[in-house]
């Protein structure tokens, strides 16, 4: 049996213990959390988040790609989220490489660079930053709150990055 067909036969099970209950699209708490896809992040025990209190935008490294504050603009627009937490975490996978040298290798495998930027960043607390100003920059980020914060992936502890 594949991983998939396992997590398919939990879902049978998750389906028969749920019971129906129809929560509203709108988060509750009208909170939206852009975040790594790190599967160290467990966010809903970290935060005591329950089904349906916030959006979890999800990318690797947590970084305010264009999708990213697409994910966002619709969250704010049409389901009335107005604060914005960016968690960003420790040891990254994209503190592991150079930009550029993976770009190279990149190009040298498939014969093209990708158009996009990668992430790699070697200083957690400065790309929070970057990410949260590049939000309050976004005039498609509607958020009256973006606040920045670093997960301990070994403590699942939350630390509040502060604007310099």
Do not use: W
Request: aromatic share 4%; hydrophobic share 45%; glycine share 6%.
């Amino acid at each position: 049996m594949s991983v998939i067909d396992n997590l398919l036969a939990h879902n049978r099970r998750y389906v028969a213990d749920h019971g129906h209950r129809e929560l509203p699209t709108e988060p509750q708490l009208h909170l939206a959390v852009l975040t790594c896809m790190d599967s160290r992040l467990d966010l809903f025990g970290a935060l005591g988040l329950d089904l349906g209190e916030a959006h979890l935008v999800r990318n690797a490294g947590g970084l305010a790609t264009d999708d990213a504050i697409r994910s966002l603009l619709l969250s704010q627009k049409l389901l009335r989220t107005n604060a914005v937490m960016v968690i960003h975490h420790t040891r990254c996978g994209l503190e592991t490489f150079v930009e550029e040298v993976l770009q190279d290798e990149l190009e040298k495998s498939v014969g093209v660079r990708p158009p996009f930027r990668l992430g790699a960043y070697n200083d957690v607390d400065h790309d929070v930053r970057a990410t949260v100003a590049t939000l309050e920059a976004s005039p498609f980020v509607l958020a009256t709150e973006i606040r920045g914060f670093v997960f301990d992936v070994d403590e699942g502890s939350l630390r509040e990055v502060l604007p310099l």
